[in-house]
């Protein structure tokens, strides 16, 4: 796979500011740099799954932070973008173990910060305990995004920027009349 390594704060900061300039709210951006973050470190493709929520209007997002917010087990919205609700269940799991199903996969998450993969899945649940079996996640520093995910998510967080114009660099925005360097 074609692609650039990130840092992992590169890949939440990049994810934040996109999440911003494709119009969340500052809190939800920031939710946004914090999966994408932690689905990386954790060996999916975090940028990208951001990205797919942010260009369906950031609805998996949203289900993860009220997830996190206010934990109750049983049936949980189905979500646009199932694994986006995986990082907000390891915050869950710091104050009760906790078991995440979606789909086409389950995840254990331990108090400890453990989490491992049970391969079944099945219908959107999230319940308190934890599940028999399942592999731990491998965990990376420097996580590949994809060229064109990189592009995408550089363009949203390019929305963000101030437009350069004369008031501003007369304001002393960028260097301003005089170009010294």
């Known amino acids: 796979m074609a692609g650039v390594k990130l840092s992992l704060g590169e890949v939440e900061g990049l994810c934040k500011k996109a999440a911003r300039g494709a119009g969340l709210p500052w809190g939800l951006a920031e939710e946004a740099g914090f999966a994408a973050r932690w689905l990386s470190a954790h060996g ?13 209007g950031g609805q998996s997002l949203s289900l993860g932070v009220a997830l996190a917010d206010a934990p109750e087990a049983g049936t949980i919205p189905a979500a646009e973008v199932p694994l986006l ?3 907000f269940a ?6 009760q173990p906790c078991t995440l199903t979606l789909p086409d996969e389950r995840f254990n998450f331990a108090a ?8 079944t899945g099945g219908a959107f649940s999230f319940a308190f305990g934890l599940t ?22 550089t363009e949203l967080a390019a929305r963000t920027y101030a437009p350069a ?17």
Not at 90 to 95: D, F, K, N
Not at 112 to 119: I, K, Q
């Open 90 to 95: 390891a915050l869950v799991a710091r104050r």
């Open 112 to 119: 400890d910060g453990a989490v491992s993969h049970v391969s």
């Open 85 to 87: 609700l995986a990082p």
């Open 165 to 181: 114009t004369e008031a501003s660099r007369l304001a002393g925005a960028g260097a301003g009349l005089s170009d010294n360097d």
């Open 44 to 56: 999916f493709d975090g940028a990208g799954l951001v990205l797919a929520d942010l260009e369906t």
């Open 132 to 153: 028999d079996g399942g592999n731990p996640l491998s965990r990376t520093t420097r996580p590949t995004v994809s060229e064109a995910t990189l592009q995408r998510l």
